[in-house]
């Protein structure tokens, strides 16, 4: 069974001679512009979109951290304004990131792990995400 959940977690034993093995062949300095990295990176998306079943016409992103991938998700999609459904410490930090990203970023807020009612949600006029 394969989980895709927010870390800290209990690193794999393959982890260490894989980690030994790069630093072996030195493939932490490859340029990201090198035949062989575009060779790792294409292995590395097949691999997300078989073990997803992800359709071909989606596209896949490699990300740092959780945070990272909401700053570029509101850099990218939000250029004004944006509304959040907070219910739990994820979406709080999307909401937060929004803020800290100086835009204009409101939140219907539930308490922490309850759902809400669609039929009760009121979204403000021009949000764009």
């Known amino acids: 069974m394969i989980h895709f959940t927010p870390g800290p ?13 790069a630093f072996d062949t030195d493939v932490c300095s490859l340029s990201h512009r090198s035949a062989e990295f575009q060779a790792i990176y294409a292995r590395a998306e097949a691999g997300v979109r078989s073990v997803m079943g992800l359709p071909d016409d989606w596209h896949v992103f490699f990300i740092g951290s ?12 939000v250029s004004k304004k944006s509304h959040h459904f907070v219910n739990g410490a994820f979406s709080e930090r999307m909401y937060k990131t929004a803020k800290q990203l100086h835009l204009d970023a409101t939140a219907e807020v539930v308490s922490q792990g309850q759902g809400f009612d669609i039929d009760q949600l009121s979204v403000p006029d021009g949000v764009e995400l």
């Open 9 to 21: 977690t209990q690193l794999h034993p393959c982890v260490r001679p894989a980690i030994t093995r």
């Open 66 to 77: 959780a945070t990272q991938g909401m700053e570029r998700i509101l850099q990218n999609g």
